[in-house]
């Protein structure tokens, strides 16, 4: 059981440079998130979804578009880069959204815009 | 608006007792969160808190109060794998909306 996996760790982009994170998982998860961490800013949710086919903007989805064609798949998509998304990239997934469910989280992907 | 506080840095000696506060002022409430995360690594769930109360779990206590949109998470016998980052997150009433604060980075010393 891998969990909750990320592809890739780690990349450098230039500006206007486009790219896909995937994240995937093996614990027939529901729900899917995408998360970016900043220093002394905590996790800010990008985007989610509640099921295959589905995806809903979160705190700051601006800059990213996501799509979740297969259950166990999330793709996180970049454009067009800017520095600003220099970030670490946190995916995790949960069973359902009910109350008491945790999220799993990736291992993370640190990007870096130049 | 959202807005969750956590001290930024705590420091504490091995084999002591460290509570880490987290006060919140969001949107709508459905269960806060306790998260440890250390360097470089994912975060891993804690705790989860949905009524007033103490929730107990081996060396790791939460503590919720809704009405003063307070909790804590109390680390006792502090060990050295202990020194990682602690993250609080409320979980709102819209959505999947997950707000998590800042973080508190803990130190603990030999």
């Known amino acids: 059981n891998a969990g909750v996996t990320q592809t890739p760790k780690f990349r450098v982009l230039k500006t206007g440079q486009s790219m896909t994170l995937l994240c995937a998982q093996d614990m027939n998860h529901e729900y899917m998130y995408w998360y970016r961490q900043d220093p002394g800013m905590g996790l800010r949710l990008i985007h989610y979804s509640v099921g295959e086919g589905t995806t809903a903007k979160g705190e700051v989805p601006d800059g990213y578009n996501v799509s979740r064609l297969k259950k166990q798949n999330f793709l996180l998509g970049l454009e067009s880069a800017a520095p600003s998304q220099t970030s670490v990239y946190f995916c995790?997934?949960?069973?359902?959204?009910?109350?008491?469910?945790?999220?799993?989280f990736g291992p993370g992907t640190r990007l870096t815009v130049l | 608006g959202q807005n969750i506080d956590q001290p930024t840095e705590m420091t504490a000696t091995e084999g002591a007792i460290v509570q880490i506060n987290c006060t919140y002022q969001t949107s709508g409430f459905n269960g806060l969160f306790w998260y440890q995360q250390h360097a470089g690594e994912a975060p891993t769930f804690l705790s989860y808190?949905?009524?007033?109360g103490l929730e107990e779990k081996g060396r790791f206590s939460s503590f919720l109060s809704r009405s003063k949109g307070y909790s804590y998470l109390l680390l006792k016998e502090l060990q050295m794998k202990d020194s990682a980052s602690y993250l609080c997150a409320v979980k709102d009433n819209y959505g999947q909306n997950f707000v998590f604060g800042p973080g508190t980075r803990l130190s603990v010393l030999p």
């Open positions: 808190n949905v009524l007033d």
């Open positions: 995790a997934s949960s069973w359902s959204g009910l109350e008491y469910n945790e999220q799993f």
